[in-house]
């Protein structure tokens, strides 16, 4: 089989190992996105996807549009699947018609279950004990295909995006080989999702991260373990962005967004439930422990 690989972030990576593993499958190409400034001193910084296919040798393609990705993928020849990972631009159709036995995408949820950019922070950020990878044939609507494939995957009380992401890589990764396989030899007949089903999550952005002390401690949580490392939890806190880096959470109910010390103990009061931090950071400072915190901020808080 010979293909061409659309992905750009870490979760693509495992995925692009394995298949690069398989004698019967030929990687043309990998299709990512252009190298984007990062850090504080912006740095130009490659696409994990890229960085791994040129460690494998792989032809990389990095188009800024897609008339520019339509040219570069006309001058490959017989291909017989794309295949699509969290690449990061809507395909055309012009695009989609090319390769022989269609496009194919590996999608982070339970389909028809949180379509769109951001489905691991969702299924975290609701709390869910389950999701999974799903594996169809891309049409021109967002993750609306037939599909082949579904594998679940257990969500753990203590997974965070980190860990929750490796997970559905390495599960993504496992069954992708043979799923093009069966796919070619006609085992596999796509199934129609259930449309009306279907759930939708946006692209996750910085302001997503501020605290609404009037969800619950348990809601709060939730949002920690979906937007860590970015962007992270944090509310105002005298004029600066204060950050909770790692907390656990009680039954005590104090007023939404009250700061209450006990012993060596931080509260801060939801809706239901109350915060315990454990670590936090304030805007332009290292992250401390809370004791740390009580030391140096304690005439500061909304008591």
């Keep these: 089989m010979k293909i061409i690989y659309f992905g750009t972030p870490e979760f693509a990576v495992k995925p692009l190992e394995n298949l690069y593993k398989e004698d019967q499958i030929e990687i043309l190409a990998v299709v990512t996105q252009p190298d984007k400034p990062q850090g504080?001193?912006?740095?130009?910084?490659?696409?994990?996807?890229?960085?791994c296919a040129n460690l494998l040798g792989i032809k990389v393609i990095q188009p800024n549009n897609k008339k520019e990705l339509v040219?570069?993928?006309?001058?490959?020849?017989?291909?017989?699947?794309?295949?699509?990972?969290?690449?990061?631009?809507?395909?055309?159709?012009?695009?989609?018609?090319?390769?022989?036995?269609?496009?194919?995408?590996?999608?982070?949820?339970?389909?028809?279950?949180?379509?769109?950019?951001?489905?691991?922070?969702?299924?975290?950020?609701?709390?869910?004990?389950?999701?999974?990878?799903?594996?169809?044939?891309?049409?021109?609507?967002?993750?609306?295909?037939?599909?082949?494939?579904?594998?679940?995957?257990?969500?753990?009380?203590?997974?965070?995006?980190?860990?929750?992401?490796?997970?559905?890589?390495?599960?993504?990764?496992e069954i992708l080989p043979a799923t093009l396989k069966d796919i070619k030899n006609g085992i596999f007949t796509p199934i129609p999702q259930k449309h009306e089903k279907a759930t939708f999550c946006h692209k996750i952005e910085k302001e997503d991260g501020k605290i609404d002390f009037n969800k619950s401690a348990k809601e709060i949580k939730n949002m920690l373990r979906a937007f860590t490392p970015w962007p992270g939890i944090f509310t105002d806190f005298n004029g600066k962005k204060l950050k909770i880096i790692e907390t656990t959470i009680s039954n005590d109910q104090l007023e939404p967004g009250k700061f209450k010390i006990d012993g060596k103990t931080l509260k801060i009061g939801t809706v239901k439930g109350s915060l315990l931090p454990l670590k936090l950071q304030i805007e332009g400072k290292s992250i401390m422990d809370v004791?740390?915190?009580?030391?140096?901020y304690k005439s500061h808080m909304p008591l």
Aim: hydrophobic share 40%; aromatic share 4%.
């Design 291 to 296: 004791s740390a915190f009580l030391n140096g």
């Design 40 to 51: 504080r001193k912006q740095i130009l910084t490659a696409s994990p996807v890229k960085e």
């Design 71 to 173: 040219e570069e993928l006309k001058k490959i020849e017989k291909v017989d699947f794309f295949v699509v990972i969290a690449y990061g631009m809507i395909l055309s159709k012009e695009i989609l018609e090319m390769p022989k036995l269609g496009p194919i995408n590996i999608h982070a949820s339970l389909l028809p279950k949180y379509r769109g950019a951001s489905p691991i922070q969702e299924s975290l950020l609701h709390g869910d004990t389950e999701t999974g990878v799903s594996i169809m044939a891309m049409d021109e609507t967002m993750d609306h295909g037939n599909v082949y494939l579904i594998k679940r995957v257990t969500i753990d009380e203590n997974d965070s995006l980190e860990s929750l992401t490796a997970k559905l890589s390495l599960v993504s990764a």
